[in-house]
């Protein structure tokens, strides 16, 4: 993992990325039985979209991420929805095993990684966490919609096109597409994974805000343009979606289970 999704980005992130439907949140429960005697690893936690509802679920969240500014947000939100069962670690998956030895003899319910998984070493942090599993518990690899420049819908090609002209990719999956997903799966079944999947889809009302910010969360820091080229470009979405406000934006969830053999 990286850390380049500092400043700004971070900002933009906590404030337009979508979080997660009860449906996941109760996939998740039921796969690996969580409840309130269980911890939870949310590696690659960002600003705790997934660590903050999982919160509401299980006993403890250790929330770990290589971005400082992330984490700040992060703890800003708990303490913001008064939940003092989560806790933020600065770090990425090859602290896994120093995690491990903080623990001692203590178990985990899970271990669950979102976006960031495509920053990982998959093979070495799948075999990595299977001793911190308690019985029963295990890896969930959460794919949360594909890329908004990326979307079978009109208002995505228009975005694409405004998104050419800034310079930025279009063509970047950040693997939530079948290849990336395949990668997921071969590394849970090479480490010793019993593996399943299932997905929650669903349709949201998605403002013009939010897709720039969305697509602003996506960038490194180094690549986000300045106050009035961000402006600038809000504008030109806005144009090229005929001045609407908002769309609607059909996500599709994806959980990607792994349970020790």
């Not at 819908?153 to 950040?174: D, I, K, Q, Y």
């Not at 997903?181 to 669903?202: I, P």
């Not at 504008?235 to 090229?240: C, G, N, P, Q, T």
Request: proline share 5%.
């Amino acid at each position: 993992m990286r850390a380049s999704f500092n400043g700004g980005v971070a900002t933009y992130y906590a404030r337009h990325r979508r979080g997660y439907p009860p449906e996941v949140l109760d996939a998740l429960v039921e796969a690996f039985g969580l409840g309130a005697a269980d911890t939870v690893v949310d590696l690659g936690c960002g600003t705790g979209q997934l660590s903050l509802p999982l919160a509401a679920r299980v006993g403890s969240v250790i929330g770990v991420d290589p971005e400082p500014d992330m984490l700040a947000l992060a703890r800003q939100a708990a303490l913001d929805a008064a939940r003092a069962n989560a806790t933020w670690l600065l770090g990425d998956d090859s602290d896994l095993p120093a995690l491990g030895r903080l623990l001692g003899d203590r178990t985990i319910g899970a271990l669950t990684v979102a976006v960031a998984v495509h920053f990982m070493d998959r093979d070495t942090l799948f075999r990595a966490v299977r001793p911190l599993l308690r019985a029963g518990g295990g890896v969930a690899v959460i794919t949360n919609g594909a890329p908004l420049w990326l979307q079978d819908a009109e208002w995505s090609g228009a975005l694409r096109e405004c998104l050419e002209g800034l310079g930025h990719p279009v063509t970047a999956t950040c693997q939530t597409d079948q290849a990336g997903r395949q990668r997921n799966q071969d590394a849970l079944v090479g480490a010793g994974y019993r593996y399943a999947e299932s997905s929650v889809q669903y349709d949201a009302p998605l403002t013009i805000d939010d897709m720039v910010g969305g697509v602003f969360s996506a960038m490194s820091a180094d690549r986000l343009p300045s106050m009035h080229g961000r402006a600038t470009f809000t504008a030109e979405v806005r144009d090229a979606l005929g001045g609407r406000d908002k769309v609607t934006e059909r996500i599709r969830v994806w959980l990607q289970i792994g349970t020790p053999d």
